[in-house]
């Protein structure tokens, strides 16, 4: 963001992909009170078991929600980009139940609860469109769940991939077809389901099938009809702008 760009900006660009928003809707969400803070890769937006007084915008940076359960597992459970209320539900609930942890270099505003409450009662098309960003999280969650529980491990991680590249896309941030994926193997194991040695020689079995090729961190989409094809892809559960093609 530059100096003369609202903070908040994000926040409205985001909200009016699910509702149309007025001026006066625009306005309201930029005169937000907030709190800017920046988080190095590994920081807390909100930890397991807090009591929360804010909800989160990302204004940069990628990062990720995490559950932790009894003996140290962790599961990865949604990746988020600029623009995502990451904690939308923090409005409403009084003790975060999982955690949201910096998966990059993050800048962040944290939005008083209060505040998010009364601008949502005093502008419809605002509380409609965090409506809709929660419905949509959701859908998210839902096919996580389907991905992990029924697909095996190359479909697993061709829809992940497709995934993110079609949502960095979306999000202004990168080319579907090649982009920067800022998860390590561990991580991604623990968004999968899977061991890191068997996220290892999946990546490197997607790269022999002509699907993908890597450097460092970088991925190149080589075959995309073919990477969705494998990951039994479609981009409906996204609920992206009908001009968003899958």
Avoid at 13 to 37: F, H, N, S
Avoid at 121 to 129: E, I, K, M, T
Avoid at 166 to 172: D, I, P, T
Wanted: neutral net charge.
């Amino acid at each position: 963001m530059t100096r003369d760009t609202p903070l908040l900006l994000p926040m409205v660009q985001k909200l009016q992909q699910w509702k149309p928003l007025d001026e006066a809707d625009r306005d309201a969400i930029l005169a937000l009170p907030c709190r800017a803070e920046t988080l190095r890769p590994g920081g807390y937006i909100v930890r397991q078991g807090d009591s929360t007084t804010t909800s989160c915008l990302l204004v940069s940076g990628v990062a990720f929600r995490q559950k932790v359960v009894d003996g140290g597992g962790r599961s990865i459970l949604a990746i988020h980009m600029r623009g995502d209320i990451v904690d939308l539900q923090n409005s409403l609930l009084r003790h975060a139940d999982h955690s949201v942890q910096a998966l990059t270099k993050i800048d962040v505003a944290f939005i008083p609860r209060e505040a998010i409450v009364d601008v949502a009662f005093r502008f419809p098309n605002v509380g409609l469109a965090m409506w809709y960003d929660t419905l949509v999280d959701g859908s998210i969650f839902r096919e996580w769940i389907a991905s992990n529980s029924r697909r095996d491990a190359l479909s697993r991680l061709a829809h992940l991939l497709c995934e993110f590249g079609l949502r960095m896309e979306a999000a202004g941030l990168a080319d579907r077809l090649c982009y920067e994926l800022p998860m390590t193997q561990d991580q991604l194991a623990d968004a999968l389901g899977l061991t890191p040695i068997h996220v290892n020689r999946t990546l490197k079995r997607l790269e022999e099938l002509g699907l993908i090729s890597r450097t460092q961190r970088s991925v190149t989409v080589t075959n995309w009809a073919n990477l969705a094809r494998v990951g039994d892809f479609s981009c409906d559960y996204l609920h992206l702008p009908a001009s968003t093609p899958d």
